[in-house]
C-alpha cells in the first residue's frame, strides 16, 4: 500500500470524491481516504503521478507520503500536528471583530436604537454601504470558503464548503440589491420603500454564518487534533540518539546513524535507542511506553530490549539488532497510523450518503426558494429559508463519524498495549462469536514447570529435590530445565554427580558420594527400586491432570515424585470466562492428546477441547467454526499462522513469532489472555460508538432540513433563522468528535457491564479429532512405544512418524505408550519402527 497527504479537504463529500476519482485510474484495486488525518491508502500497480494527477483533477492537491508499507517510514508527527486550529483561530478573531460593529450597526441600532454617528442621522444608504463594506472584509478573511467551494463546483463535486460559499454569498447578492434598490428609492423620494429594503437587509447573515462556521471548524479541527494524541505520544517516545562504542569509545550520534551490529550502551534512567539484546550488564527496564505494563522487568545478558524502554537501574552494553523502522516501536507506529489510514465497512454508510448529500441540499434549497415563492411570498423571506437549508445541512458529521471513532478507539487499545491493525479488525472484533485458543504459549506460558514435590516416606522434600537436582544439572532436557528453575526459586544448590548417564526416552543415572541416583520415568525407577501401589496411584492422578510425574531413587530406595507440567497462565481461567460471560463459545485447539487436553481444558474452563490437532489441521477446524459463527484465532506460534489467516480475526500473543503476528489483525503486546476479552470490550465500544455518531449526524439533518426549509411554519411557526441554522451546522461536527473521544474514558478491563451477543452461538457442532474428517477410510495402525516421558517425548515420536509420506497423521500418548498412525497409503512399518527407535525409544509391538 502506499500512503498520500491529501489537501483541500473539507468534508466527506470531498473525501468520497477524491476515492471515486482515484478508483478510476487504470491499476487501483483499492482506494480508502482519511479526512480526519488528510491521509490516503492505495493499492495496485498505478504510478503516484498518474494517482496525483486524478486527485488534482477532482480539485484536490495530493502528495506521495512513502513507499510500500513494509518500507516505509514510520508517519511524519508533524503531518499529524493541529496546523488548522491556530489558523482559523486568527481567521475567527478577526472576523468577529469586524461583526461585533456589524452587528452594532444593523442589529443594535435598527432594533435597539443604539445610538450612531450624527452623520448617520437620516442617513440610511450610508448604514447600508457600512454594513456591505464589513460584510466584504468578512468574507475576505474567511475566502477559503469561496474558494473551495466554488472550485469544488466547478469541478461538480460541490462539498459543505460550497453550501457555505452559496448560503452566505446569497445572502450578500441579495443584501446588495436592496441596497442598489434603496438608492433608487431614494432618489425618488419613497421613503416608504427606503425603510422595507432597510429591513430586506441580510448582510449581518452573510457574515455570521461565516463566522458561526469558522467557529464550528476550528472547535472540530482542535478535536481532531485530539485524537491522534495516542499517535503523537508513540512519535515522541522516539529516542533522537544513541550512545555508541566505537574504537573503545563512547560516541553520541544521532538515531539514524545506528546500524544493526552497532554496539551501545544505556545508562539508569536513558532510553533505550533501538532494539538489541543485552551483552553485559542487568537492570529492570520499564517496558510500559510498549505494552502498558507498569512493572518493570528484569533484564540480564542474552535478554532483548526494545527501543523508547527505560533502563531504570544498572548499566548495559547492548548489541543493534533492529534499527530504523524495523524496531517494535517503528512498527507499533505504523500499524496504529495504517489503521486510521484504512476505512471500516460500516463507513460505506456514510460514504454513500455523502456522495449525493451536498447536490440534494443544494437541490432542496433551490426548490423550497421556488415553493416559497410560488405562495406568494416575498423574495427576501423564500431566499432566507433556502439559506437556511444551505447552512444547516453537514455533510462533515456524517464523514466524521466513523473515522474519529476508529483513531480514538486505536489509540486506546495502544496505550494498553493492545494494536489493531486495520479499521476492519477494530469493527469486526467486537462481533466475534466463537475464540479459538492455542494452547501451549496461549492458555498455559509455554515451557514446563514443576508443579509438584511428593517425597517418600522417611525422605524430606527439601532432600528429594536436593537429589534431584544434582542428577537433573547436566540434562538437557526441557524437564530438567524445570526441576532445575524450581531449585533456584527455592534457593538451593546441586552438589556434581560423577559417572552420569543419559538413558534416551527412560531416565538418567548418575553417583554422588557413592550412592547411585536414578530418574526418570516410571519403567526406568521401578526397574531398581520398589514403587509402592500408593505412589504409583498418585502417579496415575498426576498425569490424569496433565502432568508427567518423574521418579527418583538412590541405591535402589524411591526418594519420591516430582511432577512437571506446562502450566496455566494465572490469568487464563479468569479471560475464559470473561469471553464465556460476553456470549463467546472457547474452544481450545492443541497438538496433545486427548488426556492431556482434557486436563488442561477442565483447569482452564474452555467450553470444547479439540486434541492431536496439526498446525494444518488448526486450520481446517477454524474452516469449520467459521461456518458455524465468527471466529477469532489466539495463537503465538509459526504453526498458528495458518489458522490466524483463515480466522475471521486473527489475534497473536506479542510475545510470540514474527510470523504469527504478520498473519494476525490483532497483537497483544503484553502477551496477556486477558487483553483478548479487553480488545473483544474496546471494539464494542468503538462500535457502539460509530452508531451513536451515525445515528446524531443523520438524525441532525432529518431534523434539521425540514426545520430550515420551513416545513413546519404552516403547522407550528417554526421558522429557522440562517444565523441560527449556521450556528447549529458549526457545532454538529463537534458534538461527533467529542462523543468520539469519549472513548478515551473507556475503561476496557472492566468486565462488570459486559452483555452477551444477541446473536451467540449456542453450541458448537464439531468431531475431536477434527485433523481428519469424519468419512475418512484410511488404514490405522497402533505403535506400542516404551521410554516416552512427557510432552516433549510425544513431539519428537509425533514428528518422526509424520515425516513419512504415508502417514497423515499420528496420535502421540506418553501415558499411554502408544502412537496411533492414520495412514493414507500402505507403509513400511519397520521404517516406522526404526524411526522411533532412533530417536531412543523402543517399539514393544
Request: proline share 4%; net charge negative; glycine share 8%.
Amino acid at each position: 500500500m502506499e500512503q498520500y497527504n491529501v489537501t483541500g479537504m473539507s468534508c466527506a463529500a470531498c473525501s468520497a470524491r477524491v476515492e471515486k476519482a482515484v478508483s478510476k485510474v487504470e491499476g487501483v484495486t483499492s482506494c480508502s481516504v482519511s479526512l480526519l488525518t488528510n491521509s490516503m491508502g492505495v493499492k495496485g500497480t498505478a504510478s503516484p503521478d498518474a494517482i496525483i494527477d486524478a486527485v488534482t483533477k477532482a480539485g484536490y492537491g495530493a502528495s506521495l507520503k512513502g513507499g510500500d508499507t513494509a518500507q516505509t517510514a514510520s508517519p511524519d508527527k508533524s503531518a499529524l500536528e493541529d496546523h488548522d486550529t491556530p489558523v482559523l483561530k486568527k481567521r475567527l478573531i478577526a472576523s468577529v471583530g469586524f461583526l461585533a460593529v456589524l452587528m452594532y450597526v444593523s442589529m443594535g441600532h435598527m432594533m435597539w436604537n443604539w445610538p450612531l454617528p450624527s452623520f448617520f442621522n437620516g442617513n440610511d444608504i450610508a448604514m447600508g454601504l457600512v454594513q456591505m463594506l464589513l460584510t466584504i472584509i468578512i468574507m475576505v478573511i474567511n475566502r477559503k470558503f469561496f474558494v473551495s467551494g466554488f472550485q469544488s463546483l466547478l469541478h461538480r463535486s460541490p462539498n459543505m464548503d460550497t453550501l457555505v460559499a452559496l448560503g452566505s454569498g446569497a445572502a450578500f447578492v441579495y443584501s446588495t440589491y436592496a441596497l442598489f434598490a434603496m438608492t433608487d428609492a431614494q432618489v425618488k423620494g419613497n421613503m416608504d420603500a427606503v425603510m422595507n429594503y432597510m429591513h430586506e437587509f441580510y448582510f449581518e447573515s452573510a457574515a455570521m454564518i461565516l463566522t458561526l462556521i469558522t467557529v464550528g471548524k476550528m472547535l472540530e479541527a482542535h478535536s481532531k487534533g485530539k485524537t491522534t494524541d495516542a499517535l503523537k505520544g508513540l512519535m515522541d517516545l522516539s529516542p533522537k540518539t544513541a550512545v555508541l562504542l566505537r574504537s573503545g569509545k563512547e560516541v553520541t550520534v544521532p538515531i539514524e546513524q545506528v546500524h544493526k551490529g552497532d554496539q551501545f550502551v544505556v545508562r539508569p534512567g536513558e532510553s533505550i535507542p533501538v532494539d538489541g539484546v543485552i551483552l553485559e550488564g542487568a537492570s529492570a527496564v520499564n517496558e510500559s511506553a510498549l505494552t502498558g505494563e507498569s512493572i518493570p522487568v528484569d533484564k540480564a545478558a542474552g535478554d532483548s530490549v526494545s527501543a523508547a524502554t527505560i533502563n531504570q537501574s544498572g548499566f548495559l552494553r547492548c548489541e543493534a539488532t533492529r534499527v530504523g523502522e524495523d524496531t517494535t516501536l517503528s512498527q507499533i507506529i505504523r500499524m496504529v497510523s495504517d489503521a486510521a489510514a484504512t476505512k471500516a465497512p460500516i463507513a460505506k454508510i456514510a460514504d454513500k450518503v455523502s456522495g449525493i448529500f451536498v447536490p440534494a441540499v443544494i437541490a432542496i434549497a433551490i426548490v423550497t426558494i421556488a415553493v416559497w415563492l410560488l405562495v406568494g411570498q416575498t423574495v427576501g423571506y423564500a431566499l432566507a429559508r433556502g439559506i437556511s437549508v444551505l447552512v444547516i445541512s453537514c455533510p462533515c458529521a456524517l464523514g466524521l463519524a466513523t473515522p474519529v471513532a476508529i483513531m480514538v478507539g486505536n489509540g486506546v487499545g495502544a496505550k494498553h498495549g493492545i494494536l489493531f491493525k486495520t479499521a476492519v479488525s477494530l469493527e469486526e472484533a467486537g462481533k466475534v462469536q466463537i475464540v479459538a485458543l492455542d494452547k501451549t504459549g496461549t492458555i498455559t506460558c509455554g515451557e514446563p514447570k514443576a508443579t509438584d514435590i511428593l517425597p517418600a516416606e522417611n525422605v524430606t522434600e527439601q532432600e528429594l529435590l536436593t537429589l534431584a537436582l544434582a542428577l537433573e544439572q547436566k540434562s538437557e532436557h526441557p524437564l530438567a530445565k524445570a526441576i532445575l528453575q524450581y531449585g533456584e526459586e527455592q534457593q538451593l544448590t546441586a552438589s556434581a554427580v560423577s559417572d552420569f548417564q543419559a538413558l534416551p526416552g527412560n531416565g538418567l543415572t548418575g553417583v554422588l558420594n557413592g550412592s547411585k541416583l536414578c530418574g526418570g520415568n516410571y519403567q526406568c525407577v521401578a526397574a531398581v527400586a520398589a514403587v509402592p501401589d500408593e505412589m504409583q496411584q498418585q502417579a496415575r492422578t498426576l498425569a490424569e491432570s496433565g502432568k508427567t510425574p518423574l521418579f527418583f531413587s538412590r541405591d535402589n530406595q524411591l526418594l519420591g515424585i516430582i511432577a512437571v507440567a506446562d502450566v496455566l497462565k494465572e490469568e487464563s481461567p479468569e479471560a475464559i470466562r470473561q469471553l464465556q460471560h460476553m456470549g463467546i463459545q472457547v474452544v481450545m485447539l492443541t497438538g496433545d492428546n486427548e488426556q492431556t487436553a482434557k486436563a488442561i481444558g477442565k483447569q482452564a474452563g474452555v467450553d470444547h477441547v479439540i486434541a492431536g490437532v496439526l498446525p494444518d489441521g488448526k486450520e481446517a477446524v477454524i474452516r469449520k467454526l467459521a461456518a458455524q459463527g465468527k471466529v477469532a484465532m489466539v495463537g503465538d506460534g509459526i504453526n498458528d499462522a495458518p489458522a490466524l489467516t483463515r480466522a475471521d480475526i486473527g489475534i497473536a500473543i506479542g510475545a510470540g513469532t514474527d510470523v504469527a503476528i504478520d498473519a494476525a489483525d490483532i497483537v497483544l503486546m503484553k502477551s496477556r489472555l486477558t487483553d483478548v476479552p479487553a480488545a473483544i470490550r474496546l471494539s464494542r465500544a468503538a462500535l457502539r460508538n460509530i452508531h451513536e455518531n451515525l445515528f446524531w449526524a443523520f438524525i441532525y439533518n432529518i431534523i434539521g432540513i425540514p426545520l430550515a426549509a420551513g416545513v413546519w411554519i404552516p403547522l407550528f411557526g417554526w421558522k429557522l433563522n440562517p444565523m441560527f441554522g449556521a450556528a447549529a451546522m458549526s457545532l454538529s461536527s463537534f458534538c461527533v468528535v467529542t462523543n468520539a473521544l469519549r472513548l478515551n474514558l473507556f475503561q476496557l478491563n472492566r468486565s462488570d457491564r459486559d452483555k452477551k451477543l444477541k446473536n451467540a452461538v449456542a453450541a458448537i457442532q464439531l468431531e475431536q479429532q477434527s485433523a481428519k474428517s469424519s468419512d475418512d477410510s484410511g488404514m490405522q495402525v497402533t505403535l506400542h512405544i516404551k521410554g516416552m516421558m512427557c510432552g516433549h517425548c510425544e513431539a519428537t515420536v509425533k514428528k518422526c512418524l509424520e515425516a513419512f509420506p504415508e502417514v497423515d497423521e499420528a496420535i502421540v500418548s506418553h501415558t499411554e505408550g502408544t502412537a496411533v498412525v492414520k495412514l493414507n497409503a500402505p507403509a513400511d512399518l519397520a521404517a516406522l519402527k526404526k524411526a522411533v527407535t532412533e530417536q531412543g525409544y523402543q517399539v514393544k509391538k
